[in-house]
């Protein structure tokens, strides 16, 4: 790509990074305070070129598309903060970050509605086989079926739901579920309180346990080097033939390829993911299988959230460069460094 526009000519203003495109009217108000190296263009920087713009500025907002390392770091001598536009950021290596003197900031709370929102929906889609069956209309499959040869899903509405990773977005799942009537069991780092665990109405269990009941899993646990492949061949086979798997979680926590496998070979009944290894490439035999819902990393995207995401990143970054903390910062430990 070309290396990204300068949109401010005034030199004396702190110079900062938008590494990918944000709402207009957001980076004109960010061009009134900084020197803005900006990317609306939207084209993902290399990893040169992202190490040369922060090398060359004191700020930075950024995505889950910029990995920042100590080698994005290593010539960034006048950079204090990395404003994560995102909840997650498993892109970011902290300690590397906090061992460079940098503050770094994430965007959470502003998505959690939007995202439980899009979990259940994927969910739904995913034991409903609304994608399978959208397809065979769209190829004028309809009158091939019958009462007994339509897509034939799953209830939702009295089953038990499995929840991996019981945060504000989990929880949230939970909330929404108790409107079907479902049964709510989780598993997670350590269990809720008393009084969270009965505003969901969930069971705490262990990770065996809810694989071996649940009739739909949900992933909503954070990607960690411990998280790798949280459900991998092994975890499947716990699970019924007629369960469904919803990751909207982390590329990385499901193991891609022993997804495939199993949805080939009916080891369980479907799957709906929002997250990929290695996004946005997605595993060629994913994209084989008809009994899964694909979708790309939209579970925040509404423009509501969207915005409430960049302002919150905005705020993030102005205030380090103020010489503030930061509302959502990450490595508190490097202010007292």
């Not at 490439?281 to 509501?304: G, R």
Request: glycine share 8%; charged share 20%.
């Amino acid at each position: 790509m070309n290396t990204p526009a300068n949109h401010s000519t005034t030199s004396s203003k702190p110079k900062i990074l938008v590494a990918r495109a944000i709402f207009p009217e957001a980076l004109a108000k960010l061009e009134e305070s900084y020197e803005v190296i900006s990317n609306q263009p939207d084209k993902v920087m290399t990893p040169e070129e992202l190490k040369k713009a922060l090398s060359e500025v004191e700020g930075a907002l950024v995505a889950g598309s910029e990995r920042i390392d100590a080698t994005a770091l290593s010539g960034a001598k006048n950079l204090k903060v990395v404003a994560n536009i995102s909840v997650g950021y498993n892109n970011f290596d902290v300690p590397a970050i906090t061992a460079a003197g940098v503050m770094a900031t994430n965007t959470p709370d502003v998505l959690t509605d939007t995202t439980a929102d899009f979990g259940f929906a994927l969910l739904m889609a995913t034991a409903r086989r609304i994608t399978e069956s959208e397809h065979w209309v769209r190829a004028g499959k309809w009158g091939q079926w019958s009462i007994v040869t339509n897509p034939l899903g799953m209830d939702l509405h009295h089953s038990t739901l499995g929840i991996i990773g019981m945060g504000r977005i989990g929880q949230g799942i939970a909330k929404r579920a108790l409107g079907f009537g479902m049964k709510v069991i989780y598993h997670n780092r350590k269990p809720l309180s008393e009084a969270d665990e009965k505003a969901c109405g969930a069971t705490y269990v262990s990770k065996e346990e809810l694989l071996r009941t649940a009739d739909h899993v949900v992933l909503v646990l954070p990607y960690t080097a411990q998280n790798h492949h949280t459900i991998g061949a092994a975890e499947i086979a716990m699970m019924k033939p007629s369960a469904t798997l919803v990751n909207i979680a982390r590329g990385g926590i499901v193991d891609d390829a022993a997804l495939a496998q199993a949805l080939q070979s009916g080891k369980i009944f479907a799957a709906g993911l929002d997250v990929f290894e290695g996004e946005p490439q997605v595993h060629p035999e994913l994209l084989k299988c008809s009994n899964i819902v694909l979708a790309p990393h939209i579970a925040s995207a509404t423009e509501k959230t969207r915005r409430a995401m960049v302002d919150l990143a905005v705020q993030n970054l102005r205030a380090a460069l103020d010489g503030k903390k930061p509302p959502s910062l990450i490595n508190a430990e490097v202010l007292s460094a």
